[in-house]
C-alpha cells in the first residue's frame, strides 16, 4: 500500500466530518422516526435485537459530541419501550440479546434510575454465576456480549464482572474451535466451522471483515472502560495492537476494506460496516496514544474520506452496507443502492467510526 509517512497528506474535514455523521443519523431517525418499530427488510424482529442495539452504541456515542434532547429521548424511549430488558429475558445467554444493555447502562450513567439496570444485573450475574464460558462460540458476539460486562463492572467497581468476562473472552480466544483467533494472522475466524481446513477460493484462510470488525471494536469498547490496571489489561492491548498491524496490510487501494479479508476476488467490493469498525478502532487508537499519528493517520484518512465520498447518498442513506450473515457471501449484492435486511447495525458502525474521527480532529 503506498500510503505516505507524513501526518495530514490526506486530510479530514473537521466540520464536514460532524454534518456527514449527523445527515446519516437524521435519514434513519426520521425514516424510523417510531424508535419501537423493526428496521428489516423482509424479516419480522423486535427492535432490542443487536442490529438496533448496534444501533444504540453508535447514537450513545454521538449523544456525547452531540447532547441533543431528540437523541436522548430517542434513546430512552427505545429502553422503556422494552422495559430495559432483553428479547427472552433476563435469563437469556446468548450475547445478541444482551447487546442493548450497553446502552442502558450509559443511560443509567445519565439519569441513575435503577430500573434501568436492574435486568442487565440479573442477566450478568447469571452468567458470572454458572460455570459456563463457552457462550461465544461467534466472533460476533464478543462485540455484542463483552463491554456490557466492562460498562458494567466499572459502573458498579466490582471486577468479577472483568474476571467472567475474561474467562468468556479466552474461551473464544482459545478454546472453542481449538481457538477462532490465529495469533499467526492477527485475526479471527468467525466461528469454527471456519477454523482450517475450511478455505477461501483462493486457498487463504477466511478472514470475514466485519467479524473481525466486530471483535477489534469490542476490544475498543473494553480498553475504554476498564483500569489500566485490570489484571488482562495488557493482554487486550496486544490483542488490539496485533489486529491492528493485520488489518493495515488488508487495506484497499480506494480506502476500503473487502468483505473478505484475505481473498479480495471473493464477493470483493467496497463494503461499510468492517470498514467503519476498523476506521473507529484505528482512530481511537491514535487519540488515546496507542497508535502512532505519523503512521496511522493517512490509514483513518483514507478510509474515512472513501466511505463519506462514495458511499453516503444526499438524503444520508448509506450503501455498501453487507447485510446480515457470516461470511463474504451472505447479504450480497453490495452497492451503492443495495437495501440491507437490516439497516440500523450499519448506521452503528459508521457512527462509531465518524464520532471518533471527529474526536480524533479536536485533537490535531
Known amino acids: 500500500m503506498n ?63 452531540l447532547p441533543q434532547e431528540k437523541i436522548y429521548d430517542y434513546a430512552y424511549q427505545w429502553s422503556e419501550f422494552h422495559n430495559w430488558g432483553y428479547r427472552n429475558g433476563a435469563s437469556t445467554r446468548n450475547a445478541d440479546n444482551y ?31 454458572t460455570p459456563q464460558n463457552d457462550d461465544w462460540t461467534w466472533i460476533d458476539a464478543i462485540q455484542m456480549g ?11 467497581n466490582d ?4 474476571d467472567k468476562m ?27 466451522d471456519f477454523v482450517p481446513p475450511y478455505k477461501e477460493p483462493n486457498g487463504e484462510d477466511c478472514y470475514w471483515s466485519r467479524g473481525n470488525g466486530w471483535v477489534y471494536a469490542a476490544l475498543v469498547r473494553v480498553l475504554s472502560e476498564i483500569p489500566k490496571d485490570e489484571k488482562h489489561y495488557k493482554d487486550y492491548v496486544n490483542d488490539f495492537m ?24 471473493n464477493y470483493g467490493g467496497k463494503e461499510v460496516t468492517g470498514t467503519s469498525l476498523f476506521v473507529y478502532g484505528m482512530a481511537w487508537g ?22 463519506v465520498k462514495d458511499a453516503i447518498h444526499e438524503n444520508g442513506f448509506l450503501g455498501y452496507v453487507q447485510g446480515t450473515g457470516k461470511e463474504p457471501k451472505d447479504g450480497q449484492p ?14 452503528g458502525c459508521f457512527l462509531l467510526g465518524g464520532v471518533e474521527v471527529y474526536k480524533l480532529q479536536e485533537s490535531k
Open 3 to 65: 500510503f505516505s509517512p507524513v501526518w495530514g497528506q490526506e486530510l479530514i474535514d473537521h466540520e464536514q466530518t460532524l454534518k456527514e455523521i449527523i445527515k446519516v443519523n437524521d435519514y434513519f431517525m426520521e425514516k424510523y422516526s417510531d424508535c419501537k418499530a423493526p428496521s428489516n427488510v423482509g424479516r419480522e424482529r423486535p427492535s432490542n435485537i443487536w442490529t438496533r442495539g448496534v444501533y444504540y452504541e453508535g447514537l450513545m456515542a454521538l449523544y456525547s459530541i
Open 99 to 129: 447487546c442493548a444493555g450497553q446502552t442502558y447502562i450509559d443511560l443509567y450513567r445519565l439519569s441513575k434510575e435503577p430500573k434501568q439496570i436492574r435486568k442487565v444485573k440479573a442477566n450478568l450475574d447469571m452468567l458470572v454465576n
Open 146 to 156: 463483552m463491554p456490557v460486562f466492562a460498562k458494567y463492572g466499572v459502573t458498579m
Open 159 to 162: 471486577t468479577k464482572y472483568f
Open 166 to 192: 475474561w474467562d468468556m473472552y479466552a474461551c473464544s480466544r482459545n478454546d472453542i474451535g481449538g481457538g477462532l483467533y490465529n495469533k499467526e494472522d492477527g485475526l479471527w475466524w468467525r466461528d469454527a
Open 242 to 265: 496485533s489486529m491492528t498491524k493485520a488489518l493495515v496490510k488488508c487495506q484497499r487501494k480506494d480506502g476500503f476494506w473487502n468483505a473478505s479479508l484475505h481473498d479480495p476476488k
Open 286 to 307: 491514535i487519540n488515546n496514544g496507542f497508535l502512532s499519528k505519523e503512521k496511522y493517520m493517512p490509514v483513518v484518512a483514507k478510509a474515512w474520506n472513501a466511505v
Open 334 to 347: 453490495v452497492t451503492y443502492d443495495s437495501m440491507p435486511d437490516f439497516e440500523d447495525y450499519g448506521i
